[in-house]
């Protein structure tokens, strides 16, 4: 069965430090995003990706936060300068035209930043 | 500000019992509703959609119902099994490229 895979799984770093998570999506998807899970909260939105360009973003995804797909598999975010509060479970999902409510969700990247 | 909710943070069921799983929502707007599935270090997982204009869907063991009346959409699960176990998360697609999830409910299943 087709899958989302995130690397690395765990992810340790120092504040101020810039990250870079990756994801390869599911071959046939076209739409990618990334969200975001604080310890015990509900799953944030942060960006969506269509056509090698951002198609919404929430309030959290600011100036720090960057997406790329740098080649034909690879989706990846970058956080700029890294705070404590940006340590989280970071998901990539995608979803395929047609049926974009249905968004499958890789293993998840746990950022921790100290 | 947040549109989808739920109302208890945990749930408790028996094995082989029928689970429902309830959540009001404030966006009427929003054109789907849909529920996930987290297990524990995993994503969340896809279960069933609702289309806005629909009251009912059926899934495998999984029934969703809508009430636009009072905002109100439920998951049941039939004959719930230990696999069952995990937090149920409904969320909103309002057309945009996004999906909002709600806080999620913890499902205890016993044996």
């Known amino acids: 069965e087709p899958e989302v895979t995130q690397t690395p799984s765990h992810q340790v770093t120092q504040m101020g430090q810039e990250v870079i998570l990756r994801c390869v999506p599911i071959?046939?998807?076209?739409?990618f995003y990334w969200y975001r899970q604080i310890l015990g909260q509900k799953v944030e939105f942060l960006v969506s990706?269509?056509?090698?360009?951002?198609?919404?973003k929430s309030e959290i995804f600011d100036d720090q936060f960057s997406v790329e797909r740098p080649d034909g598999s690879n989706f990846t975010l970058k956080i700029r300068s890294t705070k404590l509060e940006d340590s989280a479970m970071y998901f990539c999902?995608?979803?395929?035209?047609?049926?974009?409510?249905?968004?499958?969700f890789g293993q998840g990247t746990r950022l921790t930043v100290v | 500000g947040e549109s989808v909710g739920l109302h208890l943070p945990t749930l408790s069921v028996q094995e082989g019992d029928n689970s429902i799983i309830n959540c009001a929502y404030s966006?009427?707007?929003?054109?789907?509703f849909i529920w996930y599935k987290q297990e524990s270090g995993k994503g969340p997982q896809f279960i069933i959609d609702?289309?806005?204009?629909?009251d009912k869907r059926q899934g495998q063991r999984v029934t969703v119902l809508l009430n636009k009346t009072v905002k109100h959409l439920s998951l049941q699960i039939a004959a719930t099994q230990p696999g069952d176990s995990a937090v149920y998360f409904c969320?909103?697609?309002?057309?945009?490229?996004?999906?909002?999830f709600g806080a999620g409910t913890r499902l205890f299943v016993k044996a």
């Open positions: 966006n009427s707007a929003s054109d789907y």
């Open positions: 990706f269509y056509n090698n360009e951002i198609s919404e």
């Open positions: 969320a909103e697609w309002g057309g945009g490229f996004k999906t909002i």
């Open positions: 071959s046939n998807h076209l739409y």
């Open positions: 609702i289309r806005s204009n629909m």
């Open positions: 999902a995608s979803s395929e035209p047609g049926a974009l409510t249905e968004a499958f």
